[in-house]
């Protein structure tokens, strides 16, 4: 079974500009949340998307926003980039019909902010 | 506001002693608590915990959790350099959220 996808793997952009990562969840997960990972502030949560509607938010400002598509992959997009915004972004999956609350990771998209 | 905290947030060993890594938590919505290995990429499950004084065991890897005073620990025994990584506890909270601690860098030296 494969895993979590996400892509690009690596990109970098400059201040001002917006970018759309994208996630394929594992086959057969509903579940798609967002992370983002900076030296500073750790691993903090984005967003989960469940059956294309958003469940649950973190305290992140709009300018980040995301979305899931039918086949449960999903897409976040940043606008008007700030170089706070450099970190490496994580999607996670889960199956929401095992109920073990078990998240399985992708390798992260890694954005830098010029 | 919720939170996690870790500690130590580093430590070195030698191969062959025993680590443990401390988490408490103060969350609203707790659901389980969740430890994860970080090496160069992306986190790797190691163990959920949803029920105070159950032990999980994976080899030399251990864990337990207390939720009566909101902590957990993860035990590694026999260390080896392949340990060396970031352990990340997590709560995970209804809806999926995960709440992380900063995490524990161990390093083990041979």
């Known amino acids: 079974k494969a895993g979590v996808t996400q892509t690009p793997r690596y990109l970098i952009k400059t201040r001002g500009q917006q970018v759309t990562l994208s996630c394929s969840p594992i086959s057969g997960h509903r579940s798609v949340s967002w992370y983002q990972q900076t030296p500073g502030q750790g691993l903090q949560f984005l967003f989960e998307?469940?059956?294309?509607?958003?469940?649950n938010k973190g305290n992140f400002p709009g300018r980040f926003s995301g979305r899931q598509f039918s086949n449960s992959r999903s897409e976040m997009n940043v606008s008007t980039l700030e170089l706070g915004d450099s970190a490496l972004y994580l999607c996670a999956s889960s199956d929401d019909r095992t109920n073990t609350g078990e998240l399985f990771f992708g390798e992260g998209s890694r954005l830098t902010v010029l | 506001e919720d939170k996690v905290v870790q500690s130590p947030l580093s430590l070195v060993v030698h191969e062959g002693d025993t680590v443990t890594l401390n988490c408490s938590y103060e969350?609203?919505?707790?659901?389980?608590l969740l430890w994860y290995k970080q090496e160069k990429k992306a986190p790797t499950f190691l163990f959920m915990l949803?029920?105070?004084?159950i032990e999980k065991k994976s080899g030399r890897l251990s864990s337990i959790l207390d939720k009566k005073e909101l902590f957990s620990i993860l035990n590694i025994t026999a260390t080896q350099t392949g340990d060396s990584a970031i352990y990340l506890c997590?709560?995970?909270?209804?809806?999926?959220?995960?709440?992380f601690g900063a995490g524990t860098i161990l390093r083990v030296k041979s």
């Open positions: 998307y469940f059956s294309e509607t958003q469940r």
């Open positions: 949803t029920s105070s004084g």
């Open positions: 997590a709560v995970l909270e209804y809806g999926n959220k995960l709440v």
């Open positions: 969350v609203t919505n707790f659901r389980s």
